[in-house]
């Protein structure tokens, strides 16, 4: 494949590489229509993406909305069909300031400034635009066959928030107008399965400005599932020995000064607060109260592993931008638990975690996922607690089980925790990227950092080991994932209204509501339909909004015979039976986690 280098020669270049080129290009075309639908815009930053690009613009005091899509559109149309050539040039950095400024670009300026004094700048033209920018791009504006504008944001100039809140349009572009089409598709499909735009029509939860962003709150449907998950995976843990504790959702600075998280990780917590001359923050984590529920008491090697576990309640500043619904929110629930161990415990424990880890994603039918051994990057001291020992050790502990375990795996060099390596568990949405779900985590730092110790069958203290692990990852983001799986349509055992008993009209309302109340009585999670409201559309609403697994339309037969239609919502076949009858069979569903 061709494309245009910053000298101008032709050369070779990967499909990767030759997207990346036109979705750079595109930036610029861009810019350009922008320029000349709004004249007084001047550009900041417009780099290609993995998907497309986008440009940060000032726009002075109009204000571009996507409603302006289409005709932005339209001139990046015919700048393609003007076939405009890219012609490189290069400028020292006195020329390049000087061409700038009377191009009026005060962010090119500036970034010009930001650059090495003897550096020479290197700049591209098609037709009256001029950028500066190092390329590569296309040869002519007419290669841009496939492109669209997706959405508009705000970003603030060198991401610095005490600079201008600059105008972002993202745009995506493909080599061809088939690859277009699939993503718009693919894009359909993901604002189909959005979990934002279900969790409001199925009533499971909200968020409020006035609360907070970021801080969503669970509406009683949304919280029957929560519970669910949280019942489910706590009888799980109980029965493999882990003790479930509860700890506070602060902790003073000085706690996460030992732990290291406020030198690792304190820019992605809450500030400080000061009370009575002590400061404290919103956790971020549970490891240090762990910590310190381990130090409570002498440890023999007797008592180990200890396994404790929580459903706790975490908070991070996450940028508003990168905010979605439950799934990335500054408050989530992990389902979290330390396991402390001794060397020789390692692997079993690692195993038994693998194991407990396969067998919730049975439960719930994935199968698309992929394990990565997450391991430091040797060179970044700043993200990594600097100790090199420390690290070889736990990274060759860990790898070596993972053999043993003959589990298939990839290695990922900068993905490690600041602590230790980790195994993840990297799931496959149904639309979008893939994303860590489960996590297991070897540490051998914390331990020290603490001082934490048992007595070993010689009578000497020792350092034990801790596997920081999460199987739901956070119930928040579980649930989530969930929800866009299914698109609402949980599985029977954990749907938040199992049944929905449909009289056909007022007169059959009395055995409607004896059903109703034999099956609340089994513990079935019912609702009564008792409007007046045609029974087709009482169907529908069930199906299509409610999401309901099973529906009972009981009309005169059923009611002259004391039995039930169940209409099943995913195969929409309709089958008669006595209400005994289906009572046990979604008794049966339920414990088979169906």
């Known amino acids: 494949m061709k494309a245009i280098y910053n000298d101008g020669k032709v050369g070779e270049c990967e499909a990767s590489e030759e997207l990346h080129i036109l979705r750079h290009s595109a930036a610029h075309i861009l810019a350009q229509a922008v320029k000349r639908l709004y004249p007084e815009a001047h550009f900041a930053y417009g780099p290609a993406t993995e998907k497309g690009f986008y440009y940060d613009i000032d726009t002075g005091d109009t204000v571009i909305s996507e409603e302006d899509f289409p005709k932005i559109e339209a001139e990046m149309q015919k700048i393609v069909k003007e076939n405009l050539p890219f012609k490189s040039f290069i400028l020292s950095r006195e020329e390049s300031i000087k061409l700038m400024q009377e191009r009026g670009e005060l962010y090119k300026v500036e970034h010009i400034g930001d650059l090495d004094p003897d550096a020479i700048i290197s700049f591209y033209q098609q037709g009256e635009y001029i950028d500066m920018c190092v390329g590569p791009h296309i040869c ?58 279900i969790g409001k029509e199925m009533g499971l ?53 030992t732990s290291g998280h406020w030198d690792h990780y304190k820019d992605n917590m ?23 529920i381990y130090a409570n008491k002498p440890r023999s090697y007797r008592q180990l592993p200890l ?37 020789d415990q390692i692997e079993a424990e690692v195993k038994s975690v693998v194991d407990l880890i396969f067998d919730v994603y049975k439960d719930f039918n994935i199968t698309d996922y992929r394990c990565v051994l997450s391991l430091r990057d040797p060179a970044d001291k700043k993200k990594y607690h600097d100790d090199d020992e420390m690290w070889n050790k736990a990274e060759d502990a860990l790898r070596q089980v993972l053999n043993d375990l003959k589990i298939d795996y990839t290695e990922e060099i900068g993905e490690a925790a600041f602590y230790g390596p980790k195994l993840d568990v990297n799931v496959k949405p149904a639309v979008g990227a893939e994303y860590t779900l489960s996590t ?49 349509k949980f599985p029977f055992w954990v749907a938040p209204v199992q049944v929905k008993v449909i009289p056909v009209s007022e007169k059959h309302l009395d055995y409607a509501n004896k059903v109703y109340e034999a099956l609340d009585a089994a513990g079935i999670r019912t609702e009564i339909d008792a409007s007046n409201e045609k029974v087709g559309y009482k169907i529908r609403a069930a199906r299509q909004e409610d999401r309901v697994p099973y529906m009972l339309i009981l009309g005169e037969k059923e009611t002259e015979a004391g039995t039930v239609s169940a209409r099943d919502r995913d195969t929409d076949e309709t089958a008669e039976m006595s209400l005994s009858e289906f009572i046990e069979m979604c008794k049966e569903k339920t414990a088979n986690h169906k």
């Not at 962003?213 to 020995?241: A, D």
């Not at 809450?270 to 310190?292: D, I, K, Q, T, Y």
């Not at 991070?316 to 402390?340: M, P, V, Y």
């Not at 034990?464 to 698109?487: Q, W």
């Open 140 to 197: 002519y504006t007419k290669a841009l066959k496939a492109f669209k504008l997706t959405g508009i944001s705000g970003a603030y100039w060198k991401n610095n928030s005490e600079n201008k809140m600059l105008t972002r349009i993202n745009g995506v572009a493909f080599a061809s107008k088939e690859e277009l089409e699939a993503y718009e598709k693919e894009m359909e499909e993901a604002k189909a399965r959005d979990h934002r735009k």
């Open 205 to 257: 939860f909200m968020t409020d400005n006035l609360v907070g962003r970021g801080l969503p709150m669970f509406l009683p449907k949304g919280y029957t599932v929560w519970q669910e998950l949280e019942n489910y995976i706590k009888e799980k843990e109980r029965k493999l020995g882990y003790q479930h504790v509860m700890t506070p959702c602060v902790g003073s600075v000085e706690l996460y000064k």
């Open 270 to 292: 809450f500030p400080a607060m000061e009370v009575e001359g002590e400061s404290f923050v919103l956790r971020p984590m549970n490891c240090p109260h762990h910590m310190m």
């Open 307 to 343: 396994r404790i576990g929580e459903i706790a309640h975490d908070f991070r500043f996450e940028a508003s931008g990168t905010l979605k619904g439950i799934e990335r929110g500054r408050h989530f629930c992990q389902n979290d638990a330390h396991l402390f161990v001794t060397p």
């Open 440 to 488: 297991c985590q070897l540490d051998f730092c914390l331990p020290a950092k603490f001082d934490l110790k048992y007595i070993d069958s010689s009578s000497n203290e020792q350092t034990p080991v801790v596997l920081h692990r999460a199987i739901l990852g956070s119930l928040d983001r579980f649930m989530a994932y969930l929800i866009e799986e299914t698109k609402g």
